[in-house]
């Protein structure tokens, strides 16, 4: 069954593919990674920026104080999530994988169910990993890992158990989309002929964020493209600032590398409280 209308991003990712094929066409690494920090920054950020107003809306912040509260929790909680990548790169980095499938789960989760969505997700991140190990493993090298191959030898599994959800998701709920089937078997051509950084920049700043961000949006009732600005606008700019701040710390690394881990293991730290607001809020919805 179909419904009357698309989820957002339905024509926006196979646009987002055509330009991740486009930039994987481009001479030399440089331009794959200059594009995946600008993509990041300006289309793949801002959605999580939206949790500052999604919190207000949800939770009691109606003081300076409490909001401040909610802010240190907030980042106590990246900076907990970085001392551990710090501690033991090879764990942060396997759990980051799984929690980011749960996440990218919320893409679907509505219409296909948790366990669906979950499927999903495993079947996104396998994707690059099992068609291109040897592009991904100097790739989880810089950003800390020391095992990688422990994780191109479970994708091959992951990936069939998220196929087998998926595909039970799916089949098990008739308020499926034609996007829910059709994104899935997009990747399996793109995570074939891509970059894995081209498919994450195709997948991430195309699909995912744009999705979120209209889903949230539409939620705390921002309308225009104005209101959608000021609320994500202050936040993004200071996870801004908070990367610029981190730089220091990873001087003495191969550009690349401390590119990589700017934006993974920012991701990673930032994705973990963003999930906590998402989960209180989608209870409280
Ligand atoms: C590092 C890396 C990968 C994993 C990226 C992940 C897991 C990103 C998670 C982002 C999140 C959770 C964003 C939230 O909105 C790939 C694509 C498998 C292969 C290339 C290198
Ligand atoms: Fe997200």
Known sequence: MQNMKHPPAFWLFPIGLVFAVAVSLLPGQWPLYVVLGVATALLGLPH??????????????????????????????????????????????????????????????????????????????????????????????????????????????????????????????????????????????????LHPLAYFIAYWCFLHSPRHLMLAAQDLGLNSWGEKLRAVAPTTLATYALAIAAIPFLIGLPADAMLMRLIFVGLAALTVPHMVVEFIAEARR
């Open 48 to 193: 999580g920026s939206l949790d500052t107003a999604v919190a207000k809306r949800y939770l009691p912040l109606g003081n300076p104080l409490r909001l401040g509260g909610f802010f240190a929790a907030y980042l106590a909680l990246s900076a907990a999530v970085i001392a551990v990548w710090w501690q033991v790169p090879d764990i942060a980095l396997a759990v980051f994988l799984v929690y980011s499938a749960v996440h990218f789960g919320d893409d679907v989760a509505a219409r296909i169910g948790r366990v669906g969505g979950t499927g999903y997700g495993l079947w996104i991140i396998s994707l690059p990993v099992v068609f291109q190990a040897d592009v991904v493993v100097p790739l989880f090298e810089m950003l800390g890992s020391t095992r990688p191959e422990l994780i191109v030898r479970a994708a091959p599994w992951s990936l069939a158990l998220g196929g087998a959800l998926l595909l039970m998701g799916l089949l098990s709920h008739q308020s499926r989309e034609v996007s829910d089937w059709r994104d899935p078997l997009l990747l399996v051509v793109a995570a074939w002929l």
